[in-house]
């Protein structure tokens, strides 16, 4: 019996090290990347600002309801997310054409100038910190922890109807979305420019 509890405690233990190991990793990456933010870019943005700019500017003329739906968040932090990115120069806001009640957002130049930012920053980090890995490592990695969420998600009641659970790394092919239909707005905005590009729909 000591040698099974043994056991089980070991095995506990290497399923707790794996949850907080990944916990240890985004949270730091976030933290790197709000670091890398300040330094490099605009020093007043933070990431769940820079999650809004990148829904602005996937999602088809969004609205403040799109915003506060896909941010998880009430209408009036919504709002009051807006407000600042508005103040700041990064987001428009204009009337609706059918409803003048409807206010749709868009992104300024300058707020097109951070998210290009970004996507430069993102890409040396990745560049920097998985230099030498191979991607088929890489790839087993993100299938194992895949498989993991979407047991996670079952255990569910509710399957996600536009979870974006990437965050602020948009993935083009999602385990979540493949096994749990829902419509992504990173997904069907990247399709719409891919379709746009190539002169035809994918």
């Known amino acids: 019996m000591q040698v099974r509890n043994g056991y089980r405690r070991t095995w506990l233990e290497a399923a707790n090290d794996l949850v907080g ?48 739906r896909l941010l998880d968040v009430s209408p009036a932090a919504a709002s009051k997310a807006v407000d600042r990115l508005v ?8 009337a609706a054409e059918a409803d003048r009640r409807a206010l749709h957002l868009s992104l300024t130049d300058e707020g097109k100038r951070v998210l290009e930012d970004y996507a430069e920053l993102k890409k040396g980090m990745f560049q920097e910190l998985f230099e030498g890995h191979l991607k088929s490592e890489l790839r087993d990695i993100a299938n194992f ?43 069907s905005s990247w399709r719409r420019a891919n379709a746009s590009e190539v002169g035809g729909p994918m």
């Open 145 to 187: 922890l895949d498989r993991l969420s979407v047991q996670l998600v079952a255990w569910s009641k509710d399957p996600p109807e536009k979870c974006m659970r990437c965050g602020i790394y948009f993935r083009r092919k999602c385990v979540l979305r493949e096994r749990y239909p829902h419509a992504c707005p990173y997904h």
């Open 21 to 68: 190991s990944t916990q240890i990793f985004a949270s730091t990456m976030d933290a790197l990347i709000q670091g890398r933010l300040a330094e490099d870019g605009d020093p007043l943005l933070t990431l769940g600002q820079l999650k809004l700019l990148q829904i602005v500017d996937l999602v088809e003329a969004p609205t403040l309801s799109d915003v506060a």
């Open 87 to 94: 103040g700041r120069d990064l987001l428009h806001r204009t």
